[in-house]
DNA sequence: CTGTTAGCGCATTCAA
DNA sequence: TTGAATGCGCTAACAG
């Protein structure tokens, strides 16, 4: 049984392809009750599907959005997200496809430009000229990443690790061929939180994630001797600095504090229980879906039905501050 | 500037749009060597880029292959693994895209037609009714998760875990919203290990990502008070049970030795430091790519660069067996 | 041997 | 409501 098309559909329903067409894409309102349930049923009966490259081909550009996500370590919030993103655009006939951008870049606008998706939702990964390139393309490109979110989220690192009063403040990113892309809105936003408070931006370390890697990265901090507060790109490299600590001999959270990103179950499980901070998406993917909605001129999503009452970020205590 | 098509090509190379894509596609052995060269500085000169669409629409089917990814948590190792697999496909021109398989599986086979792909990759999340869907709209379905890999991981759980000696064996799997995929093989695997050695097969416990729940889920198992073996699901799963141990003051490995499979950053950086299975992904994809090639009568790939001397699996003996 | 003509596949949309 | 044209690439059949 080989997939319907719309000039079985219309023979069937006894009508043109052209009012099947009208009918299917929302263009109906002059046609009567009868065609319209005729055409319904033909379309029911045959199981018809649009074809995708038909469509495609008509309009210049797939329903395709490519989400395309960091090379780095990403948990379920990250899933989650994509999970909801895609129900929220699925409202507006898109589909949502994920693709991996790894490591080398080269050639990852390219694959980008074959797929003519109808939009791209980029997690920090393009540099300037190929986002150019996508737009020049005629391609909807779209910030995924919430600059606003995640400087927030750096205060709120800064507001843990100092709850046992001030001490030396310290920002851990990530060391990793992947690149760190919320790492300098985080950043920022710890250093900002600290002036607010009259202290000096925080030193920034880079922690590779193995125990002797992350000894050596921090040993020159720990050497001073004073107390420590350490802000944490997520909750990996707050776990590789806890790993540090214990090398060194300090004590957390006494000698060291320590918070993390990302609410991961692996922070909840370890000794001492890591104090870390939830982000919550759904925020986030309501905003994203409306940008798209705009970038496409499609009509606009119906407005989300999760109540908004939810703060988008939660700190999470534990035994590290 | 618009996208150059086919007839653009055709015009500046002075040909017809036939022999462009005669020559194109590998057709063109018949032509002379300076149409060859007409045709190849014309595409050069506008960028040309056959449009997916046009080709789709007389192929019947695009040129994506659909990565089913199942919902769970996955580490750089899978992140990796589509990596090189995408490279690998490049070669045959498609092109890889992921969808992340939601907890709620319904819908996910309409949103698969609607791909109309050339092949999916199926992390055994589909249900076998959806699989044959997908086989009879004519979309190759290739089995991306390894049952003897698995099984094999299994079974050097088993030796892991009774490295100290014979005791009471254990399987621990992930008790979660999302589907435990490879579960059933490591489970396998450990039983047929233990059965070799004339034990019997493991008991099986589910354990939640939570410090009570895993607790909770293991109590009736160190209420027996004889020493453990319990080989786990992966990393995160062993870092749950090296939690419960400690919930119920058992010492690691003396009272109770655990491994896990992935090799994640984290199950180094923690104390015990975890004995766990290292699964290299590049056999697996050698095998996945000429499935592809096979199942869609393409030419094959050229043969993998990478010397296949380096086993799949190695154990990464740590402090907690 | 070298290359072209003509028509297909599918959905959309303008003009009638 | 509909016929006809459009967008793009592929290929069987055919001509020089």
Redesign the pocket.
């Known amino acids: 049984m080989?997939?319907?098309?719309?000039?079985?559909?219309?023979r069937l329903a006894?009508?043109?392809?052209?009012?099947?067409?009208?009918i299917?894409?929302g263009?109906g309102q002059?046609?009567?009750a009868?065609?319209?349930e005729k055409v319904r049923r033909a379309v029911e009966e045959l199981h018809?599907?649009?074809?995708?490259?038909?469509?495609a081909?008509?309009?210049?550009r797939s329903d395709l959005v490519v989400a395309l996500i960091p090379y780095t370590t990403f948990g379920t919030n990250l899933q989650d997200a994509i999970d909801r993103l895609s129900a929220e655009v699925a409202t507006i006939g898109l589909k949502v496809v994920v693709r991996l951008a790894g490591p080398d870049l080269t050639g990852t606008v390219e694959a980008l430009l074959d797929l003519r998706p109808a939009a791209v939702l980029d997690w920090d990964t393009l540099p300037a000229a190929d986002r150019d390139t996508l737009r020049t393309a005629g391609v909807a490109l779209i910030d995924a990443a919430s600059t606003r979110l995640n400087q927030d989220a750096g205060r709120l690192l800064t507001v843990a690790v100092l709850a046992r009063g001030p001490r030396t403040l310290l920002y851990a990113a990530l060391l990793d061929t992947r690149s760190d892309i919320f790492g300098p809105d985080r950043y920022a936003g710890m250093a900002a939180e600290a002036a607010d408070r009259g202290l000096p931006a925080p030193d920034l370390v880079a922690v590779p994630l193995d125990p002797a890697g992350a000894a050596v990265a921090l040993q020159p901090h720990f050497a001073a001797g004073t107390p420590l507060a350490i802000g944490c790109y997520n909750d990996e490299v707050a776990i590789a600095v806890l790993s540090a600590a214990r090398t060194h001999g300090r004590t957390v959270p006494a000698e060291v504090t320590v918070a993390g990103v990302d609410h991961t179950p692996v922070g909840q499980l370890i000794t001492p229980r890591l104090t870390t901070i939830r982000v919550d998406s759904s925020h986030l993917l309501g905003t994203t879906a409306r940008l798209l909605a705009d970038a496409l001129q499609a009509p606009a999503p119906s407005p989300p039905v999760t109540a908004p009452t939810q703060p988008a970020l939660r700190l999470i205590p534990g035994e590290t501050t």
Chains 1, 2 share one sequence.
């Open positions: 080989t997939e319907a098309t719309s000039a079985d559909v219309a006894g009508v043109s392809r052209a009012t099947v067409s009208h299917l894409n263009r002059r046609f009567t009868a065609t319209h018809y599907r649009p074809s995708p490259a038909g469509r081909l008509v309009r210049g």
